[in-house]
T-cell receptor
Framework: TQLLEQSPQFLSIQEGENLTVYCNSS?????LQWYRQEPGEGPVLLVT?????EVKKLKRLTFQFGDARKDSSLHITAAQPGDTGLYLC???????????FGKGTLLTVNP | NAGVTQTPKFQVLKTGQSMTLQCAQD?????MYWYRQDPGMGLRLIYY???????DKGEVPNGYNVSRLNKREFSLRLESAAPSQTSVYFC????????????FGPGTRLTVT
């Protein structure tokens, strides 16, 4: 059972465009993280959100946790080629040390 | 700080051979994890260790064993490699209870022929 659904699966845009990727679930999560993975490397943590409705900004990236803590979005403003990579969301629940990962959104930003 | 380190970076095995993937972290984290990443399948948890001295199965443990050698080191062993174990393997660590944030190593790309 895939508990975290990410959409779109693939996204190819031009430099300067805005985009939003989504991470949805029917389950409630205690925390949700976003990671970016570049080819040949491990995922790198971008942000953690823990409160329903929380919004965090990281330069041109804006992350939002849904009010019900079942979904999240990542918005990138004025995308740059350096934003290219696989974006993964991951949710944590209760006292469980394990994370549930989505399958990711592969973003390509063309110059 | 090196963070999470993994060795080797690349490995080719023949079916039936065995090998151990090594992982070490220098962040004093309590929890450590082994994942495999395959195209279209995302990251799947193989085994994890919530704290030193404990290990538990994840989503896809068959064909693997693990050892939490000490707080820093967590190894993954393939006793008899199979082509289905061709994958990229990632080790991760986290400080328990802090939003479950995990920090990943650079990965080991394993091919079993």
């Amino acid at each position: 059972t895939q508990l975290l659904e990410q959409s779109p699966q693939f996204l190819s845009i031009q430099e300067g465009e805005n985009l939003t990727v989504y991470c949805n679930s029917s389950s409630v999560f205690s925390s949700l993280q976003w990671y970016r993975q570049e080819p040949g490397e491990g995922p790198v943590l971008l942000v953690t959100v823990v409160t329903g409705g929380e919004v965090k900004k990281l330069k041109r990236l804006t992350f939002q946790f849904g009010d019900a803590r079942k979904d999240s979005s990542l918005h990138i403003t004025a995308a740059q080629p350096g934003d290219t990579g696989l974006y993964l969301c991951a949710g944590g629940r209760g006292s469980n040390y394990k994370l549930t990962f989505g399958k990711g959104t592969l973003l390509t930003v063309n110059p | 700080n090196a963070g999470v380190t993994q060795t080797p970076k690349f490995q080719v095995l023949k079916t039936g051979q065995s090998m151990t993937l090594q992982c070490a972290q220098d962040m004093n984290h309590n929890s450590m994890y082994w994942y495999r990443q395959d195209p279209g399948m995302g990251l799947r948890l193989i085994y994890y260790s919530a704290s030193e001295g404990t290990t538990d199965k994840g989503e896809v443990p068959n064909g693997y064993n693990v050892s939490r050698l000490n707080k820093r080191e967590f190894s993954l062993r393939l006793e008899s490699a199979a082509p289905s174990q061709t994958s990229v393997y990632f080790c991760a660590s986290s400080e328990s209870g802090v939003g479950y944030e995990q920090y990943f190593g650079p990965g080991t790309r394993l091919t079993v022929t």
